[in-house]
């Protein structure tokens, strides 16, 4: 980030550019994920991490940007420290295939 913040208009647009990488990434590898991850360090150094697990795996910018932002100001709320970096994690990989669930109607 360019200079710590705890500021929710300025924080955003860069996890939003986090979130661009992430689903590029998982789409170039072929995989989906099932757990969202944001990493924050503090402008005391400190790092803490909020995370969500999905009931089924995907590899969408919207679905990702939701749990990001939903994590974000929950740790906003949480927390009165300016956020001095921050990061996206997906983990739960798995392999995109073809076949169509039951669970993707849903």
Not at 36 to 42: G, M
Request: proline share 2%; aromatic share 6%; hydrophobic share 40%.
């Amino acid at each position: 980030m360019p200079e710590n913040s705890s500021d929710y208009d300025l924080i955003m647009p860069v996890l939003d550019n986090l979130a661009d990488d992430v689903i590029k990434k998982t789409i170039e590898r072929g995989v989906s994920f099932r757990q969202v991850t944001l990493i924050v360090i503090t402008s005391g150094f400190k790092t803490q991490t909020r995370n969500h697990t999905l009931q089924r795996a995907v590899a969408e910018k919207e679905i990702l940007g939701q749990h990001l932002d939903k994590l974000l100001k929950t740790f906003l709320e949480e927390n009165k420290s300016a956020i001095r970096r921050i990061g996206v994690r997906v983990a739960g990989l798995q392999e995109v295939s073809s076949q169509t669930t039951l669970a993707s109607y849903f």
